[in-house]
């Protein structure tokens, strides 16, 4: 079993973190995040560290014990540095502009699609049609980027649509002839 939960998260410079009854609060700037964690963890602040205890021995314990951990790790890290996703628009004729705070998608078919971007994300397009998701929750971070490949997914044949940037395409072969 992993024992995610003894590593520390290292509070990086600018950031604070702050324990109050069973509620964690991050802060870096004038953004902070909050983390609840309902009783189930052992939380402390100590020495530029946010320390994590297991309450029990049992299994459910030790699973929040890590879950938490990785929570917290992942708030420090979106506020640090944040999170990035890319897409890859693949096909003739699909393309993505923004518009404000709307993503205006070109995906084959006879209407546009129109993606509203949610307000703690923002969306770049480059020239060679990639989207770049930035945020600093990675959970809507990876929520917004799953939405927007939903629209159009890549298809086994030509491999057209929309895809993660690092995704492997399984090509199917096509029809082929008896001669």
Same mark, same amino acid.
């Given at each position: 079993?992993?024992?995610?939960? =003894? ?6 410079? /600018?950031?604070? %973190?702050? *324990?109050? @009854?069973? $509620?964690?609060?991050?802060?870096? #700037? ?54 990035? =996703? ?6 003739? /004729?699909?393309? %993505?502009? *923004?518009? @404000?705070? $709307?993503?205006?998608?070109?995906? #084959? ?71």
């Amino acid at each position: 079993m992993s024992r995610v939960g =003894k590593n520390p998260v290292a509070l990086p410079k /600018g950031v604070e %973190a702050s *324990v109050s @009854g069973t $509620v964690v609060t991050i802060k870096n #700037g004038k953004v902070s995040r909050d983390l609840e964690t309902h009783g189930r963890v052992g939380v402390s602040v100590e020495n530029g560290q946010i320390v994590f205890t297991a309450k029990g021995e049992g299994r459910e314990d030790k699973a929040y014990w890590g879950t938490y951990r990785a929570l917290a790790n992942n708030i420090v890290v979106g506020l640090s540095e944040g999170f990035t =996703k890319t897409l890859s628009i693949v096909g003739v /004729g699909y393309r %993505a502009t *923004v518009n @404000g705070k $709307v993503l205006n998608l070109a995906l #084959g078919f006879s209407h546009p699609v129109n993606y509203e971007i949610p307000a703690e994300v923002e969306i770049t397009v480059e020239k060679n049609g990639d989207i770049i998701i930035k945020g600093v929750d990675k959970q809507v971070v990876g929520q917004v980027a799953a939405e927007i490949r939903g629209y159009r997914p890549p298809e086994p044949y030509k491999g057209k649509g929309v895809r993660y940037s690092d995704e492997k395409i399984v090509r199917k072969a096509g029809k082929t002839s008896k001669k």
